[in-house]
Each structure stands twice: as C-alpha cells, then as structure tokens.
C-alpha cells in the first residue's frame, strides 16, 4: 500500500531555509507525480506544487515562486522541498501527497504533515 | 483562480442526510469530466480522500458518502451521518491550477 513519510517538526529563524522530506513506499516511486500542500488555519490549504518524481520537472504555484524548490532523490524515494527566506507567514503545516493521475489532478494519499514554526 | 465557497459549518442529528456544498467561481468540468474532488479531514490528520472527479468513490470509503454536480456547483452527501464522520470536509478543483475550498466543518445537532 503507498505510504508516504515525512520528517518531524521544524523550528526554524526568520530568514533561514528548511528541508523536509517524503519517503515513498509501496509503489514505483517514478511512475507517479509529489504534490505539495501547504494548511494553516488562516489560509486553510493550498497547492504549493508537484513535481514529475521520474524526469524532475516541476510545477509551482506562482505564489510559492521562489519560496518552494522541489526536488528528488530516486535511489531512496524520497521527495523534498526546500523552503527558502523563512517568515512567521511560512508557519504552518505542509504535506506532501501522492497524485495518482494526470496532472494537475487529485491526491490518494497523504504523508501525515510536518509542522513548520518561524519564530526568533 | 477559481475560488471554491463552501459554508462554514453544518449541524445534522446522527443518522440523517448531510449535504455539503461547493460552489466554483467558474465551471470545473471539461466535457464529460467533472474536476472536483473531497476530502475528509479529523484534527491532527491529514485529509483523506473521498470523492474524486465529483461522483466517484475513493477506495475504502463507505457507501454512505457520495458526490454529484457540474459546472459550478457541487454537493457531498453523507447519509446517514455516523458520530465517526464528524470532521472537515474540503473540496479541491483541478480544472485550472489547483484550489481547494475553504472547508464545511459538520458538527452534530
């Protein structure tokens, strides 16, 4: 069954970057797209961006331009993303997320989140 | 974007129907496909995927949930409500981009 793991919690400064990742499990890891969702309970949830996990191309959500980098590691099937310039508006919890489809599309399966904090 | 409104909240008594309902701000659907989708979310978890493409039912969900609508204007229905399906419910369209709603919390009268 796909599972998806992410990393614990992040304590971060203003104005530094962070790394968390999604481990992949139950399925071939390059034959399906990684989505990206940022919630938090002003905003409520948004699409950050996906990434082709076989080729490495990228799609981003013009707002997280420059906030967000993608990227992948295919020998451990893992997904990453890169947050970059943190401020306490970057607080928040993100997932990542299986997109069983074409793209842009629906997600199937969620890793369980990882929550940011930007706090000096 | 297309901005998805959805309702605050709903109040149902266990066992009736509960109808949630998404609104887009433009039609979702490309000819015979209906771009919007639902999840389910609890506190502390992440969302959970009911319907997809507006009418079908996500695996391992229960029969008692299900979805309808085109173009602008969508519903999830539960029924009858279970005290384990008190939750937030979102929509998500993928017609242009990605945007989900801002969520229908169902409480129980």
């Not at chain 1, 969702?37 to 799609?59: A, F, M, P, R, V």
């Not at chain 1, 992948?72 to 993303?81: G, I, L, N, P």
Request: proline fraction near 4%; charged fraction near 15%.
């Amino acid at each position: 069954q796909v599972q998806l793991q992410q990393s614990g919690a992040e304590l971060a400064k203003p104005g530094s970057s962070v790394k968390i990742s999604c481990k992949a499990s139950g399925y071939t890891f390059t034959s399906y797209y990684i989505s990206w969702i940022k919630q938090t309970t002003g905003q409520g949830l948004e699409y950050i961006g996906y990434i082709n996990t076989g080729s490495g191309g990228t799609n981003y959500n013009e707002k997280f331009k420059g906030k967000a980098t993608l990227t992948v590691d295919k020998s451990s099937s893992t997904a990453f993303m890169q947050l970059s310039s943190l401020t306490p508006d970057d607080s928040a919890v993100y997932y990542c997320a299986h997109l069983p489809g074409q793209v842009p599309g629906y997600f199937d399966y969620w890793g369980q989140g990882v929550m940011v904090t930007v706090s000096s | 974007d297309i901005v998805l409104t959805q309702s605050p909240a709903l109040a149902v008594s266990l066992g009736q129907r509960a109808t949630i309902s998404c609104r887009a701000s433009q039609s979702v659907s490309i000819s015979r496909y209906n771009l919007m989708h639902w999840y389910q979310q609890k506190p502390g978890q992440q969302p959970k995927l009911l319907i997809y493409r507006a009418s079908n039912l996500a695996s391992g969900i229960p029969a008692r949930f299900s979805g309808s609508g085109s173009g602008t204007d969508f519903t999830l229905t539960i029924n009858p409500v279970q005290a384990d399906d008190i939750a937030t419910y979102y929509c998500q369209q993928s017609r242009e981009s990605l945007t989900f709603g801002s969520g229908t919390k169902l409480e129980i009268k």
